[in-house]
């Protein structure tokens, strides 16, 4: 597999604060990344700087071999990067059909002067790029609501609505941050099953996401940052062993009340085979953690 | 799913022309060929001059438009596109008027590229310092540009602006547009069945006004145009959401550049036409006060619309334009003619009180496009339901307190 995201010693420092730290991490053609880590450990950051928001203050980036740090958005977005937001960045007052079609911006280069002489390429590109969005709105299953606008939108309908958005530009590189923050279960497996339709497109996808199960289901690899720096990265499994792993979401001492909690923990998911939830499991037991010092 | 998609096509369809609706653009055709000559015909010489003005003002909102509308850049300094396609107009035809006489009548629409031209550089000179401002920040850079372009102008740069007694030079002219003189010369046709003193004739007036409602048409077709294309769709995403719009390929960069060097493009015709229109071109007429009508008009009429634009322009120059003229004609009973222009200074406190009353019962303007009205109202509405819902709440835990716990 071809090696599509390389990132070495990548560092962002705002200030005094390093929210980014000597990232090293690589991503191949064809893979699902997760990026996991508390709030605060520099994901969204590492995203900025991916797609050109930020500069970054030192270290390489590259994407298919060529620099990516220091770009500018549009310019990564045209060489196959684009992204969601963690916070919804929908164009809100235009229909989810219009959102979709500026996602098309780096596909079509119509002019000012075709726009006022409507020259017949300017009037065909106009066409095809109405009925590429349908397409697009029909692949995440919004076909049905799209001249409504995207504020009028259902939360969920809007998080697809961006993934519609961000795959009309044709990316190579996917980048979703938090895709199922506020979703209900069935709408979470919903998202699932949309994120692997999108990368049997051929499309590789960098996921940020604090639902742990979304997380185990999807990924092929995990990176795990604190506080700006790489603290473990693996398979899945790997991952959910990992001693720093558990130690940075739950704090010291987890690990050993971790494995004690194992066997009675009434939100362990049934055995089904399905990967454990270790998010459910760091919610309850981190309150755990937390007063078993005070009392002992 | 296919149900919407004809959905669109229908409505595009139907946009084009039921019967109703191609009578009613026939009758209005007829309308703003007649009025003016009517008004003219009984001896109300200032109605189709004001008309001919408004025609200006809904050319700079129209453009302006382009810039706040759609691009959602508050530029304060707009009239100084105005001042640049006026005086470049001037200053160049003169010269070529020098050079080849014989191109007299014509000069008014040679000089037309000329004014566009030096009008959208002026404005990337512009936009490409303020790029990276947004908001209040570029409002006031806007403003300071509008100064800096009247201030040159008044002190008269190597010569060539004649500063603050403006152009034409005393002895000079700028020389009648093709047809007007002939027209002027040879209608007369009383028309008795109209009313004993109604005469058929042709002025000044009424051809810039024809001439004046002819460059709106255009300037409508052209900004509609703009507005339903890629590049449309990209200022609105870009007044949307910056990042996101530049996130999926949009860039900023350039793109804000269309919206001034389009935007631009207009007032420098506008202005030029204005001082053919009024034969002479003077600092005085590009103030500050006049860059805040401008946006006055779009406001009132409602951003990024178009039929806000002429219905704005309407009332922020012809309404005060009107009440004056028929003052100074002494049809006002009661009113002396002397005092006309102290009553055209009261437009300051109406128009004043007018905003006011707008941004608190209408801030989406008077005809407000549809992406603009959903930008503004629903909003309102939104805020003021979380607003009493917590009032209730509010009231609800004060009446039942511990109802938590």
Known sequence: ?296 | MAASKTDINAKAAAGRGTPLKIALWVLLAIGLIVTPLVFEGYGWLFVPHIMALIGLYVMLALGLNIVVGFAGLLDLGYIAFYAIGAYAGVIVGAWAFQHAPQLGPWIYFLMIPVAALAAAATGIILGTPVLRLRGDYLAIVTLGFGEIVRIIITNNPFGITNGAAGLPRAGQFIPTPFGLTWLQNNVYVPIPALGKSFVLQFDNNIYWFYVIVLLCLLTIFVVRRLDQSRLGRSWAALREDEVAASSMGVSITQTKLWAFSLGALWGGIAGLTFANFQQFVSPESFTFMESVFVVCTIVIGGMGSIPGAIVGAIIIQGLPAFIQGLAAAGKLPGIDPGVATVIANYRFLVFGLFMVVMMAWRPQGLLPSKRRAAELKPELDEIADVESEQLYDAQHDAAHPGIDE
């Open chain 1, 1 to 296: 597999m071809a090696r599509l995201v390389d990132a070495q010693h990548a560092t962002m420092q705002f200030g005094g604060l390093k929210a980014v730290n000597d990232v090293t991490l690589h991503i191949d053609e064809g893979e699902i990344v997760a990026l996991i880590g508390p709030n605060g450990a520099g994901k969204t950051t590492l995203f900025n700087m991916l797609t050109g928001i930020y500069t970054p203050t030192e270290g390489q980036l590259t994407f298919r071999g060529e620099p990516v740090g220091g770009k500018k958005p549009h310019v990564i977005a045209k060489l196959g990067i684009t992204r969601t937001f963690q916070n919804i960045r929908l164009f809100q007052n235009m229909s989810a059909l219009e959102n979709v079609m500026i996602g098309r911006h780096t596909r079509t280069k119509a002019t000012a002067i075709g726009a006022v002489f409507r020259t017949p390429r300017f009037k065909a590109e106009e066409a095809k790029t109405v009925d590429e969005a349908y397409e697009g709105l029909k692949f995440v299953g919004l076909g049905g609501k799209a001249n409504e606008l995207a504020k009028n939108l259902p939360y969920g309908d809007q998080r697809r609505l961006e993934i519609a958005r961000a795959l009309a530009a044709e990316p190579t590189l996917l980048l979703l941050d938090e895709p199922a923050a506020g979703m209900n279960p069935q709408e979470t497996k919903a998202l699932n099953g949309l994120v692997r339709k999108v990368r049997a497109l051929g499309v590789t996808i960098l996921l940020i996401e604090h639902d742990m199960k979304v997380v185990m289901d999807l990924a092929d690899r995990i990176y795990v940052l604190d506080f700006g720096e790489l603290i473990a990265q693996g398979v899945p499994a790997e991952i959910q062993r990992n001693p720093k792993v558990i130690e940075a979401y739950l704090g010291s001492g987890a690990e050993a009340l971790l494995a004690a909690s194992k066997n009675g923990s009434p939100l362990d998911p049934p055995a089904t085979g399905a990967p454990r939830d270790v998010a459910s499991e760091t919610t309850t037991d981190a309150t755990a953690a937390e007063e078993e010092p005070t009392n002992g």
